[in-house]
């Protein structure tokens, strides 16, 4: 016979079930930003292999660096994790861009390094930096594109919010 469900068991798989849909929901619209970006970057002349000066570094190896869990507790860290490897899985699909892998970046993690040195050791023209934070009922989510030969600010910065 099969035990009766409680009231926290099933709070629990509510809860479970709102925070995959939430991760597959935010992994299909970083996905689609990136790609967007990936043909806004390509098309727009930036990037052209045979354009490259010595020692530059091309922009289309990409390093996609583990998101930040900027939430108080920490407890966003799955998700910051979970959004940081699906974009870098799905961005290796795009042939134009060569993708550092996620054991590739997993080094830089908690480095406190500049954009401009990371890219250098990673031989990456484009890195992709984020954040995920819990405010309230809501999970803000920045997203920020640097050129790796020049590192310093953001080259753009993206920032959505998505219900909890």
């Given amino acids: ?9 099933t709070k629990a798989r509510r809860r ?3 925070r995959r849909r939430f991760a ?4 299909g619209v970083l996905v689609a930003l990136a ?3 990936g043909v806004w970057h390509t098309a727009s002349g930036r990037s052209q292999h045979g354009s490259l000066a010595v020692g530059k570094l091309d922009p289309h ?3 996609v660096l583990y998101f930040d869990d900027a939430s108080d507790d920490h407890h966003l860290r799955y998700l910051a994790d979970a959004l940081t490897e699906a ?7 795009v042939r134009a861009l060569d993708v550092v892998s996620p054991n590739g970046v997993a080094a830089f993690r908690d480095a406190q390094l500049g954009t401009d040195s990371i890219a250098s050791l990673l031989h990456s023209g484009t890195l992709l930096k984020g954040s995920v ?3 309230g009922e809501q999970v803000n989510v920045v997203i920020r594109l640097f050129d790796g030969n020049i590192g310093g600010s953001a080259l753009d910065k993206l920032k959505f919010t998505l219900p909890a």
Avoid: Q
């Avoid at 016979?1 to 068991?9: D, W």
């Avoid at 597959?24 to 992994?27: A, N, P, V």
């Fill in 87 to 93: 974009l870098i899985k799905d961005l290796g699909t």
């Fill in 61 to 63: 190896n990409v390093a």
């Fill in 133 to 135: 934070e819990g405010v």
């Fill in 35 to 37: 790609a967007g970006w």
């Fill in 1 to 9: 016979m099969r035990p009766i469900a409680t009231t926290e068991t």
């Fill in 24 to 27: 597959l929901i935010t992994s």
């Fill in 16 to 18: 479970h079930r709102r």
